[in-house]
């Protein structure tokens, strides 16, 4: 019994220490998903990157299915996009 209480609370925890392949929160993964949505864009969370500036997104793809490589700043503000 203690182990299905044990493994259930490790269940509801597991969304707070949620983390991409990067290492990021995933509040930090959340914002950026959701700025990426109001561009009407979209990708893969594991290839969100953390760079000394902000952040490094690959292979966004946005609406008319181009894609792009996206640096991000530390505010979530665009500072380059490049299309690939």
């Known amino acids: 019994m203690k182990h299905l209480i044990l493994a ?3 269940a ?3 969304p707070a220490f949620a983390q991409n392949a990067d290492g990021l929160p ?4 959340d914002a950026i998903m959701a700025k990426l949505a109001d561009m009407n864009c979209q ?3 594991d290839d969100i990157e953390a760079e000394d ?3 490094d997104l690959d ?3 946005c609406v008319g299915g181009h894609q792009f490589d996206i640096l991000l700043d530390m505010d979530l503000d665009e ?3 490049r299309a690939e």
């Open 79 to 81: 500072v380059s996009r």
């Open 8 to 10: 259930g609370l490790l």
């Open 26 to 29: 995933q509040e930090t993964i």
């Open 53 to 55: 500036e902000g952040f």
């Open 59 to 61: 292979d966004v793809i």
């Open 43 to 45: 990708m893969d969370p």
């Open 12 to 14: 509801a925890a597991a």
